[in-house]
Nanobody, 124 residues
């Protein structure tokens, strides 16, 4: 079965950087889309970025465009989220998600598999 395990969260200062990792296992992901979402307390889960595993095509939410970058390592089966210029509004639990497909989608309901999440806290 598909397993997604996130890591790399923690505490950062405003203006700082963190890199999240999502190790994917359980199958071949060449026909999958991978996404990062985040959820702050009291708020709905929010799309952050997605990547198509086979082509490397990426899409980022406007709120993170120019600051965050999603990428993947085909050999290690890892998806990364490089987060730069962090601000307190980025504080949330970040989740990795996956589903079959070769087009980018931003709706959480379109993803079948989810990791357990990793907490990111940005102090001002």
């Amino acid at each position: 079965q598909v397993q997604l395990v996130e890591s790399g969260g923690g505490l950062a200062q405003a203006g700082g950087s963190l890199r999240l990792s999502c190790v994917a296992s359980g199958r071949t992901f060449s026909t999958y889309r991978m996404g990062w979402f985040r959820q702050a307390p009291g708020k709905e889960r929010e799309f952050v970025a997605a990547i198509i595993w086979s082509s490397g095509f990426t899409y980022h939410a406007d709120s993170v465009k120019g600051r965050f970058i999603i990428s993947r390592d085909n050999v290690k089966n890892v998806v990364y989220l490089q987060m730069n210029s962090l601000n307190p509004e980025d504080t949330a639990t970040y989740y990795c998600a996956a589903s079959p497909g070769t087009t980018v989608v931003a709706a959480a309901g379109r993803y079948d598999y989810w990791g357990q999440g990793t907490q990111v806290t940005v102090s001002s």
